[in-house]
């Protein structure tokens, strides 16, 4: 089945530090890839989304890119704030008729230090 | 603010007891879809509605269960509750079947005791 597959955190950064948390991915067909974002107390927010290869999401500064030939979406900001500490999920969606399920990485949390 | 409205927020609830989740999806999303987030199992799909019927099914217990109303929102009913179904369970919809961005509310905290 599909699976994705995040580095385990924390990840602890000093503000305007370059930011990378990378994501690997498991899938029969050809997958659409996201970002979300949970902050503290709160629910789960769409950060970015590519839905075919070589396409590159991109918000707040953010960017991830869909690479086909390494099955990766990895997630990068050149500057990081402190405002950006919260949790991180990749996620696929197989976009197969008979739905349309996330499967999710298991969360990468991101603290910046001012 | 996604437009998907959970309530309630945070639940208490004793074990062997039963609630019930409700969801209103976005303003014209016809799916809906159950997630459960807990810190053992992270997040796991649990259930998908489009347009009042069933279409997929993820890692749901047999003692919950769900349904979509004609007005498009949604319940997960959790019944004989335990321990270990203390988790976050987030509501989310999109507008289509599949192919399309899926949008998550706040979540409702659920605390079994």
């Known amino acids: 089945g599909d699976s994705v597959t995040q580095m385990e955190g924390p990840v602890t950064l000093s503000e305007e530090a370059f930011l990378t948390i990378n994501c690997t991915y498991t899938?029969?067909?050809?997958?659409?890839l996201f970002w979300y974002v949970q902050y503290p107390g709160e629910g789960l927010q769409l950060l970015l989304k590519?839905?075919?290869?070589?396409d590159k999401g991109s918000n707040k500064g953010f960017e991830a890119t869909y690479r086909k030939e390494t099955t990766s979406f990895h997630l990068e900001k050149g500057s990081v704030q402190v405002s950006d500490s919260a949790v991180y999920f990749c996620a696929l969606s197989d976009n197969g008729n008979a739905g349309n399920m996330l499967t999710f990485g298991g969360g990468t949390r991101l603290m910046v230090k001012p | 603010d996604s437009g998907v409205t959970q309530t309630p927020k945070h639940l208490i609830t004793a074990t062997g007891q039963r609630v019930t989740l409700r969801c209103s999806p976005r303003?014209?999303?016809?799916?809906v879809y159950w997630y459960q987030q807990s810190l053992d199992q992270g997040l796991q799909f649990l259930i998908q509605?489009?347009?009042?019927?069933?279409?997929a099914k993820g890692n749901i217990l047999e003692r919950f269960s769900a349904q979509q109303f004609p007005d498009l929102h949604s319940e997960l009913n959790l019944s004989s509750l335990e321990l270990g179904d203390s988790a976050l369970y987030f509501c989310?919809?999109?507008?289509?079947?599949?192919?399309?961005?899926?949008?998550f509310g706040e979540g409702s905290w659920l605390t079994v005791v």
């Open positions: 590519a839905t075919k290869a070589d």
């Open positions: 509605y489009y347009n009042g019927e069933e279409r």
């Open positions: 989310a919809s999109s507008v289509a079947l599949s192919g399309n961005t899926i949008y």
């Open positions: 899938a029969t067909g050809y997958p659409s």
């Open positions: 303003s014209g999303d016809l799916s």
